[in-house]
């Protein structure tokens, strides 16, 4: 679906919002960042309605991730290296590790991104 949108779109920086989910533009970048680290299974959990499960990577459709949840979900892989979590009433997809140069990640995929570091304040974003 996001692909057929995409190419309606004349500006490649347009993006629909999808409250409370992880970007349908952003769910093909997050399985190739797993898939390049050798990740093939993701685990989930979706805290409002207390749904949790596995996912193998390889079986399933990018849109299964963004539908996981009616609200927000986490998803991450086993050794917890590396998280995405949507965000209740909001339009961001968050992005958690611990890797050393989360820049490589944000730049590589050309994503706009807001880093935080130990410092940052639960109220960043106010």
Partial sequence: MA???LLKLKDDDLYFPSEDKISHF???DIIQ???SQGIKTIQYSEPILDSCGELNLLQIEPIEIC?????EV?????????AFMSVYDSFITLMLTNVHDPFAIVKEYNWNAIVCSD???INWFL
């Fill in 33 to 35: 960042i797993y898939l």
């Fill in 3 to 5: 692909d057929k949108l």
């Fill in 119 to 121: 410092d940052t304040k």
């Fill in 67 to 71: 539908n996981l949840a009616p609200t």
């Fill in 74 to 82: 986490i998803i991450t892989d086993h050794s917890h290296s590396i």
């Fill in 26 to 28: 952003v769910v093909k």
